[in-house]
């Protein structure tokens, strides 16, 4: 089936610094999304992006959509100790008018103070 | 508006018992998803459903058993659990738009 690479696969930061990661497919999609996952939740998502190409911001967090539709980063400026936990990137296809998600593995983020 | 809930939020089962995972939500969304996730990895699609009385298989459908009488409510049944379901359980609801609103989660321990 499909998958998603997602890397680096976990990551220890200063505050302050900028972090990034991304997420590379084998398979197109027409949908990456970026989720954060805190201790003991469900996945809560951060942005949503549906071109080729596009350059979506949300607050301190820039993400892209590959030109290839295969790949997608994310980034954050300045990180805080709030920005721990588990950032996901999800690929969405659609079948037959059904929307389905494939999730990568997940980046673990620790920010040290 | 409570958003997606899910019930319980931990249990032990022996192995072979049976139980109903309860997710609800009161967004009026017609797609609704049933994830887990294992420890250290992504969330792989179990069951979903595009409508009420309507549902499909996902990537790890074997074990699971789903229905969708409602809108609202979209349970998961294990049968027969067997230690390899220990996991986190995860439902996910969306409307038209690509954003789904997940749940807290279910802690499953089948020992």
Redesign the interface.
């Known amino acids: ?1 499909q998958q ?1 690479n ?1 890397s680096p696969q976990s990551m220890f930061i200063q505050e302050g610094e900028d972090v990034s990661m991304n997420c590379t497919s084998s398979s197109i999609f027409n ?1 990456w ?1 970026w989720y954060k996952q805190d201790p ?6 951060l942005i ?1 992006l549906y071109k080729a190409g596009e350059l979506t911001s949300n607050g301190r967090l820039t993400a892209q959509f590959g030109i290839t539709r295969k790949d997608s980063f994310l980034n954050i400026s300045a990180s805080i100790p709030s920005d721990v936990g588990i950032y ?1 990137c ?1 690929g ?1 296809t659609t079948t037959s008018g ?4 494939i ?4 980046t673990r983020l620790k920010v040290l103070a | 508006n409570a958003g997606v809930t899910q019930t319980p939020k931990f249990r032990i089962l022996k192995i072979g018992q049976s139980m109903t995972l309860q997710c609800t939500q009161d967004m009026n969304h017609n797609y609704m998803y049933w994830y887990r996730q294992d420890p250290g990895m992504g969330l792989k699609l179990i069951y979903y459903s595009v409508g009420a009385g309507i549902t499909d298989k996902g990537e790890v459908p074997n074990g699971y058993n789903v229905s969708r009488s409602t809108t609202e409510d979209f349970p998961l049944r294990l049968e027969l659990a067997a230690p390899s379901q220990t996991s986190v359980y995860f439902c996910a609801s969306r409307r038209l738009s690509e954003i789904q609103y997940f749940g807290p989660g279910t802690r499953l321990l089948v020992l």
């Open positions: 089936g998603l997602q949908t999304l003991g939740e469900g996945p809560v998502l949503a996901f999800a969405s059904t929307y389905k998600y999730f990568g593995t997940g």
